[in-house]
């Protein structure tokens, strides 16, 4: 199936559209049922030491409620740290940046497109993470984002959309759980545009210069898994 990107409802709504509201409800429900939570988890947590105060950030990070399930179960931070969220909607929930908070993580918002966000922010990450973003940008602006991170970063984690039959089908499937026609809507769109095989590997491979290494692969019934960890001693 060739990759095509075509322009999803969601991203052209006025944030005060009651549209957005079920929307985002939705996608809080398609995180849940495609467990990026968990997949994320087990990927981030393995790779971070709790011994240092973390500098995370997640872009296309919408309400922050898929950071939160994924970093809750870490509890209370032993040596703090620092989360950052970059979205050009600046819809970051007050109830996650209170909840993570607790837990004692600083939080900040950018609310900025992310080309705009990487190539003037001076800040360097132990990790950045992304899900469902991804498959938004074409093959070159893919690269230039790459090559920008690349820079600022010790691992990049992300999740997207299965370009295939099956995720198309799972698409179609979003009808039974009583979707927003904006979500059906976008989720077919998402899938045409999303990744398989080794394809994100390949672009990042040609927009980096040195080593990393790179994991890319299926995960669960519908989405594409891809990571890039820095070799560099």
Request: aromatic letters at 10%.
């Amino acid at each position: 199936m060739k990759r095509l990107i075509q322009p999803e409802i969601l991203d052209h709504l006025s944030p005060d559209d009651p549209r957005v509201f079920h929307a985002r409800k939705d996608l809080r429900l398609i995180n849940a049922l495609m467990n990026h939570a968990r997949i994320l988890r087990s990927s981030i947590f393995p790779q971070l030491n709790m011994g240092h105060s973390l500098r995370i950030v997640e872009i296309g990070s919408g309400d922050g409620a898929l950071a939160y399930e994924v970093f809750k179960k870490w509890g209370k931070l032993p040596a703090g740290g620092r989360l950052d969220f970059v979205d050009k909607a600046g819809s970051l929930s007050s109830q996650v940046k209170r909840d993570l908070g607790e837990l004692g993580w600083e939080v900040n918002e950018f609310e900025d497109d992310v080309f705009h966000w990487i190539e003037n922010s001076p800040d360097a990450y132990d990790l950045c993470f992304a899900s469902l973003f991804l498959h938004h940008f074409d093959e070159k602006e893919l690269k230039l984002l790459f090559h920008h991170l690349s820079r600022k970063i010790e691992r990049f984690i992300c999740i997207e959309p299965r370009r295939d039959r099956f995720g198309l089908l799972g698409a179609l499937g979003l009808r039974l759980l009583g979707c927003d026609p904006v979500t059906l809507h976008d989720a077919k769109v998402s899938v045409r545009a999303g990744f398989h095989h080794q394809e994100l590997s390949r672009i990042w491979n040609q927009s980096v210069s040195a080593r990393w290494q790179l994991k890319e692969r299926r995960a669960g019934l519908f989405s594409h898994f891809f990571s890039a960890s820095s070799t560099a001693t």
